[in-house]
């Protein structure tokens, strides 16, 4: 029922037009075979005339031109059906009723293509542009109308993501976690940083040595890092270069470099291989128990290592194997009287096997020992006191390795050490030996390392085997702000000499800070105090120093 009402109240609107005069009168003919609809207001033709008189009536022909297009023109998406075929006894249900009102928001309606015609009765309606209009007109229900701006519609239903924003320029910028840090430069598939560091020293004792005199020193430190950018294997080089000179005071002409390298691939079924590279040229400490008494400066040290390794998981079962060599080169001593004494006696390689088997008792501990085996050989196989000092180096450790992420990662073990020499005269060095190397972070912008070693230092004295130096060093880094960087270190160290009873306590400290004026330089300061104290004459000092200078990173 409610469909026929609705069609009825489509088919009323056409009949009433006819019956104003607009259209004429429609036959059945022109509407394809059915009764004319008749309006409520005049009597029925058949009432009137009869049947005879129905089909005398002319046809209808439309005044205007497309008013209603044929039935095989006709758009079935357009056009009603019910236009074409109306029910011979349909009734118009809504006869004498007021037509309802277009609630359609105001709108501007544009002419259509072809204008319709007006009909004979109705005068000739000028056509405007853009003529604002409140409802929209018969003769105009097939023209465009014009819609207000899109930008003003409102519209709940469209994609947030396609509203309009604001300029790139006037969003908020994502804050910067470390707006000081080095931004590097990309070099191929590494990233570089470097830093430059350039200021003066005032010490207290510019050899760190016994009876040494105060000195201003200018002092340049340049350091590099290169660390690869790869997806499955890693790569990092670190390199850093020292030159000191003496502006007044004790005359101190020293320089030092040194380069590391190191290389990881992942081989892919739990198995990996690393190696590494090393460089170290510097003088020989002043405090060295192999120092040459008299020397203008000692003698330079050249010092080349490399290793190479593989390590196996199976299971939770860890092995490893690793090669390391190690080759000693020393120059010429120069005597303050002039003159000088070779060193090359003390030109040695040692090579080494390292064997270490672990259990991974849990995802971040896994207890490991360790053995080494090793030979020491020496360039000349008598030195020029007449003793062949290549040796046979024996050690082995237990130890615990960590992996907490960036919370507490390293490890550390402690074991036996022991080197016997090729001359029986020669008393063999041993000992306990000691390794650490553990990164903590309490909390973030915090760091605290601890190192450990122990090396076995041979000798040049006749009769002399060397001795057996344990070193550790806590350091930490915090930051304070983000352009405020504090840092202190704390470090020991005894050395132990073979076949005696002397010994030397080592202790230095140190305290500095960085203030970041912007992401690429600051100003830098540091504390240092160094002292030694020994049983065994002329080898007590004591060295304090404070640096001043600028730093600049990229």
Known sequence: MLCMSTAAMFCTLPAEAQDTGLRGSLSATGTGGSAPVQSAAQPSVQDQSGDAEQDAQPQYDPTSTGAIPPLDQADPNVIDQNLYSLPANAEDTFA???????????????????????????????????????????????????????????????????????????????????????????????????????????????????????????????????????????????????????????????????????????????????????????????????????????????????????????????FGIAGRLQHDMYGDAELSGGGSISQRDRDSTLAALVLRGGYQIAPALTPFVETEIGRRFYDQRVDAGGYERSSTLLGARAGLALDMGEKLSGEFSAGWLRETFDDDRLTPISGPAIAAALAWSPERGTIVNLTATTTAEGATGAGESGSILHAAQLSAVREIRADLTANAALGFGYRDYAGSNGYDNIFNAELGAVWWMNRYAGLTGRLRHERLRSNLPYRDYDANSVFLGVTVQR
């Open 96 to 318: 004498g009723e007021t037509p309802p009102t277009n609630r359609r928001r105001p709108s501007v309606a544009r002419p259509s293509a072809q204008a319709p015609v007006p009909a004979a009765n109705e005068p000739p309606r000028p056509v405007r542009e853009n003529m604002r209009v409140d409802t929209v007109d018969e003769d105009l229900r097939t023209s465009a109308v014009r819609m207000t701006n899109v930008n003003t519609m409102d519209n709940d239903d469209t994609d947030q993501r396609a509203q309009r924003v604001q300029a790139i320029e006037g969003l908020r910028r994502r804050q910067d976690d470390r707006p000081f840090d080095p931004v590097g430069m990309r070099v191929g598939s590494f990233v570089l940083r470097s830093s430059l560091d350039q200021g003066l020293t005032a010490t207290s004792n510019a050899n760190a040595s016994y009876g040494g005199s105060s000195a201003v020193l200018s002092e340049t430190a340049l350091r590099l890092n290169a660390v690869s950018d790869w997806s499955r294997h890693a790569a990092v080089v670190n390199a850093h270069g020292n030159l000191r000179r003496t502006l007044s005071g004790e005359e101190v002409k020293d320089s030092e470099i040194g380069v590391d390298a190191r290389l990881d691939l992942d081989l892919g079924d739990e198995l990996r291989a690393f190696g590494t590279l090393g460089y170290l040229r510097r003088p020989e400490s002043a405090s060295s128990p192999a120092a040459v008494a008299g020397t203008l400066s000692q003698p330079i040290r050249q010092t080349l290592t490399g290793s190479a390794g593989l390590e196996k998981a199976v299971g939770n079962a860890r």
